[in-house]
Structure formats: structure tokens, C-alpha cells
């Protein structure tokens, strides 16, 4: 899926299982990360009104998402926890470039949203194929589409952005990178942990 070359372990689904309060209110709080990230590339391309206008839907529909977890939460009797840091991004975040062009650094920021699109998708795909818990099957299912075309979409903006060969070496880097990375992870109860 994606080209990740390293894959979640199933049984990482009986962990979030086991806490299904902190899973819900870890991924909530990654989705207000992702509306964030939505709404900070949106800063970067003011040039792009089209880009600009496909990430404003995504913003929103990120924001949905969090909505959604969160009255999931609150439907379910849990208590909604404090936001989490999410060592799993940070440890991408350090592998965006710095230097170089601007153009080059954008198209960083838009591959580093599509690793993190690419690895929730493959997690809720495990959490759709493992868990017992019926409704968060189905929830899982559906937002492991829209996740998917995030990354869609943002890998596109990447090849847009720029040269399509040069974009798809870096991804060959990212993928290679997020490998070493999520060895670390897979052992609790949240959406990257």
C-alpha cells in the first residue's frame, strides 16, 4: 500500500482495542494536526487559487474527521483527553528540507503530508481488518478512503509543483525514511505510536 515498506504488525489492532479511549482521542487530536497542516500549506501557495481551493476542502474535511472521533467519544462515555504529541510526525518533520528553494521546501512539506496521509491509511486499514468493535470498523473503513485520497492529492500537488522525476526520487527517499521510522512504533494505543 503505497509503496511503505515496512507494514503494521495486526496485532497492534488488540492494543488499540485494548484502550479504545485513548486510540479515539489520539486520532482526534491528529486530525485537528491535519487541518492544521492543511491550513499552513494554504499559506505557503497563495499563487495556487486551485491548490489553495482543494486544500480548503481538505482543511474542512479534516475538521469533519475531528468532529466526527470526538462525538464518537462523547457518545461513547469517554473523556475526551489532552492533545498528544506525536513523536511518530515529529520524527518525520525532521527529514523536511530546509534549504534549498522554496518551491523545493514546498514540495517537502506536501510529500511529508502524504507519508503521514499514507501511514494513517495503511493503520486504519488494520484497524478495519482486526478489531471486533462493529461501528469502528465501518468508521475506519471509510476514513481510510479519504485518507487515501489525501495522499492522492497531495502527492499530485508534489508532481506539480515540480519536475514529476525529481519528486518521485524524493518519495524513494521518504518511503526509505518512514521505514526506519516506524520501526520504533506499532506498540500503543494511539494512530502512529
Known amino acids: 500500500m503505497f509503496?511503505?515498506?515496512l507494514l503494521t504488525d495486526p496485532r497492534w489492532a488488540n492494543i488499540a482495542e485494548g484502550n479504545l479511549s485513548e486510540i479515539l482521542t489520539?486520532?482526534?487530536w491528529c486530525e485537528q494536526k491535519a487541518t492544521t497542516n492543511a491550513i499552513t500549506l494554504i499559506t505557503m501557495l497563495p499563487e495556487y487559487p486551485e491548490i489553495v481551493s482543494e486544500l480548503l476542502a481538505i482543511a474542512q474535511e479534516e475538521l469533519e474527521h475531528f468532529q466526527m472521533v470526538h462525538e464518537i467519544i462523547k457518545k461513547r462515555g469517554y473523556e475526551f483527553g489532552r492533545e498528544r504529541k506525536d513523536d511518530y510526525v515529529g520524527e518525520l518533520m525532521k527529514f523536511v528540507r530546509q534549504g534549498?528553494?522554496?518551491?523545493?521546501?514546498?514540495?517537502d512539506r506536501m510529500l511529508f503530508a502524504a507519508m503521514i496521509e499514507a501511514r494513517s491509511c495503511e493503520r486504519f486499514k488494520v484497524l478495519t481488518e482486526n478489531i471486533k468493535d462493529e461501528e469502528l470498523k465501518v468508521f475506519y473503513k471509510e476514513l481510510m478512503i479519504s485518507e487515501a485520497n489525501h495522499y492522492t492529492t497531495f502527492i499530485g500537488f508534489a508532481r506539480k509543483l515540480g519536475d514529476p522525476e525529481k519528486v518521485n526520487q524524493r518519495w524513494?527517499?521518504?518511503l526509505e525514511y518512514e521505514s526506519k521510522?516506524?520501526?520504533s512504533y506499532g506498540k500503543k494505543e494511539t494512530i502512529h505510536g
Not at 534549498?100 to 514540495?107: S, V
Request: net charge negative; hydrophobic share 35%.
Open 100 to 107: 534549498g528553494t522554496r518551491d523545493e521546501r514546498i514540495i
Open 26 to 28: 489520539d486520532h482526534a
Open 172 to 174: 524513494e527517499e521518504w
Open 3 to 5: 509503496k511503505l515498506k
Open 181 to 183: 521510522v516506524i520501526q
